[in-house]
């Protein structure tokens, strides 16, 4: 609810409660409601809580008036760590490295704090070509889902432990290679690359089917792997939207 309103562009948000705790889901245990609301406000760029009582708080936007001349640097530098997350976690899954990819919590985090600052401009300043607003927004939105997607496969891998085929890593290489490939082509249009990016996902998308109908891969590495295949659907969303800015 606070991420939707600030998102919005709301510059000062009350928020009442009248029961002191609530439960995190994920972790099955009791969280103080002001714990939550602190964990959510430091993810947002600008904001600070200013007044703090037993059952309210206030959160208020110290710098109400930011230029849209930040947002171009800002999202560049979103793809710059959807890029580096993603080679870290598949760099971790592939060399077993657990500690590595418990990272992702991190950048996932870091990710959604620039992704929630960048639609907050886009809805108080709107980009300065403004029939590409409603493109953009769409696309950032969309690149918060795929992080989305690494975070809780991140999460799977941790929990499970799946002992992976070199099939299996070497379709999540080429995972990584699709998302690179987006990040590539979005800053510099071109139709052969988006022929590239299909030519990839249909490779995977074969390559799963080989490997779900192999009887030697347990069901967690396919499970993984289903986990994964989202991110190839999210690219496809996000190379129509970004056709759509170039005309």
Do not use: W
């Amino acid at each position: 609810y606070i991420r939707s309103i600030y998102r919005m562009g709301y510059d000062e948000i009350k928020v009442n409660f009248n029961n002191p705790t609530t439960i995190h889901y994920r972790l099955n245990e009791k969280k103080s409601v002001i714990a939550v609301i602190h964990t959510e406000v430091n993810r947002l760029v600008g904001v600070e809580i200013v007044q703090q009582k037993e059952n309210f708080c206030i959160i208020k936007d110290l710098s109400p008036n930011p230029p849209i001349a930040e947002f171009d640097n800002i999202l560049r530098r979103i793809f710059l760590l959807i890029t580096d997350a993603t080679k870290e976690l598949v760099e971790g899954i592939k060399s077993r490295n657990f500690l590595l990819v418990k990272t992702i919590e991190e950048k996932h985090d870091t990710i959604t704090k620039f992704v929630s600052y960048c639609l907050r401009l886009l809805n108080k300043r709107g980009y300065p070509e403004s029939r590409k607003t409603s493109y953009l927004y769409h696309i950032i939105a969309s690149l918060d889902r795929l992080v989305d997607v690494l975070k809780y496969s991140g999460r799977y891998f941790i929990e499970t432990e799946p002992k992976l085929s070199k099939e299996t890593i070497n379709t999540l290489i080429q995972i990584e290679k699709s998302i690179v490939m987006y990040s590539e082509f979005f800053y510099k249009f071109d139709l052969s690359k988006i022929a590239d990016l299909y030519k990839n996902r249909e490779e995977i998308i074969n390559n799963m089917k080989k490997q779900s109908e192999d009887k030697r891969v347990s069901e967690k590495e396919l499970l993984l792997l289903n986990n994964m295949e989202h991110t190839l659907e999210i690219l496809v969303d996000l190379t129509e939207a970004r056709m759509g800015l170039e005309y």
